[in-house]
C-alpha cells in the first residue's frame, strides 16, 4: 500500500519529465543516471503502476504517470503558493509558471515579456508552450493562458490586458490589380487569405457598420462567406501571402500594424469593424492569490500598455 506521495517525490517526477531522459533528470538533479533509475523504480514498485516507458535513448510517460505529473505540477504550485502567503517571502515570486499562448502573438509578444519578466523575477521557472489550437481552459495543463476574447466559462478568472482590433487588409499590388472592395458584399467576388484557427467560422467574416473604433454589441453585422485559394493555421504566414498580393486578409492590428505604417499593407474596408478580439490573462480562480501568476499579470499588462 502507498505511504503518500512526499513533495520531494513530485519534484522528481516533474524533473523527469521536463528532462525527457533518465540522463537528462540526471544532469538535472545532479546525481548520477543509475541513482534516477533506482529512485524511480522504488516509487513504482511502492505505488504498484509503471509511471515510465523505457527505451534505449527515449522515455515517455505511462498513462499513469501522466496523472501524477499533472497532479504534481498543480500541489507543488500550490505549496509555493501557500508559503508565500504565509511567509515573508510571500511578495516574492518563486517556482514554476506554465504559460500558454497562440503561435504568433506567443512568439511576437509573449516570449520577449517573459524574458524580461524572469530577469526581474529570476526565482520563477516559467515554461512556455505555444499552441495553434489553444487547450482547454479547466484541463489544470497550465497556470495562464493568454487568450484573443472574453472567456464564457465562469469556473476562471480573465483579466483583459490590452484592446485587439482585427483589420482588414491587403497590398496595394493586389487593389490596384484587382479594385479596392467599397461594401462588405463586394468581399466576396475577391481572394480572400483564409485561416482556420480555434472554434472560430471559417470562412465567415462578420462587418459592423458605424464608427472604427465604436462598440460592435447590439449591432447588426454583415456575415459575408468569403473564399480563396489559399488557407493555412497560421497567422505569419497568412500575412506573409497578403504581402505577396493574394488578396484580402482579417488580421489582428498586432500583427499587421508595422506593415501598414510602412505602405506594404492597406486597410481595406475601415469604416467597418469586426467584433472584439481583446487580449485576455485567463487562469483559475484558485490562483489569484499566487505571488508567480499575480505578478506575471501584472507585467504583461504593463507590457501591453501601448496596445491599450
Known amino acids: 500500500m502507498s505511504a503518500g506521495f512526499q513533495p520531494a ?36 514498485s511502492r505505488i504498484g503502476v509503471p509511471l ?9 510517460l505511462t498513462p499513469e504517470g501522466e496523472v501524477l505529473l499533472e497532479h504534481a505540477r498543480r500541489i507543488l504550485g500550490e505549496i509555493a503558493d501557500l508559503d508565500q502567503l504565509l511567509t515573508n517571502s510571500k511578495g516574492v515570486p518563486k517556482g514554476q509558471l506554465r504559460v500558454n499562448a497562440t503561435l504568433g502573438f506567443g512568439r511576437l509578444h509573449i516570449a520577449p515579456a517573459i524574458s524580461q519578466y524572469v530577469l526581474k523575477y529570476p526565482q520563477v521557472d516559467v515554461q512556455l508552450q505555444l499552441s495553434v489550437d489553444p487547450p482547454p481552459l479547466t484541463d489544470d495543463q497550465f497556470d495562464v493562458c493568454i487568450r484573443f476574447g472574453a472567456p464564457a466559462d465562469t469556473r476562471v478568472t480573465a483579466r483583459r490586458l490590452a484592446a485587439n482590433r482585427r483589420l482588414l487588409c491587403a497590398s496595394p499590388k493586389y487593389l490596384e490589380q484587382h479594385g479596392e472592395p467599397k461594401s462588405p458584399a463586394e468581399l466576396a467576388r475577391h481572394n480572400c487569405i483564409c485561416i482556420r ?32 485559394n489559399l488557407t493555412t493555421n497560421d497567422g505569419e504566414i497568412a500575412v506573409n501571402w497578403a504581402l505577396d498580393g493574394h488578396g484580402i486578409l482579417m488580421r489582428a492590428e498586432w500583427d499587421i500594424e508595422r506593415y501598414l505604417q510602412s505602405g506594404r499593407l492597406v486597410q481595406v474596408l475601415p469604416n467597418f469593424k469586426t467584433p472584439d478580439a481583446d487580449i485576455y490573462a485567463v487562469y483559475p480562480q484558485r490562483h489569484q492569490l499566487s505571488a508567480r501568476i499575480r505578478t506575471f499579470v501584472d507585467f504583461l499588462s504593463e507590457s501591453f500598455k501601448r496596445f491599450k
Open 52 to 60: 515510465v516507458n523505457r527505451t534505449t535513448r527515449r522515455m515517455s
Open 197 to 228: 484557427q480555434g472554434d472560430e467560422a471559417y470562412g465567415v467574416w462578420r462587418l459592423f457598420t458605424g464608427r472604427e473604433n465604436g462598440p460592435a454589441t447590439g449591432r447588426t453585422a454583415d456575415a459575408v462567406r468569403v473564399r480563396g
Open 9 to 44: 517525490e513530485l519534484s522528481f517526477i516533474v524533473a523527469l519529465s521536463n528532462a525527457g531522459s533518465l540522463s537528462g533528470a540526471a544532469r538535472e538533479l545532479g546525481i548520477t543516471t543509475s541513482a534516477v533509475s533506482k529512485r524511480l523504480a522504488f516509487i513504482e
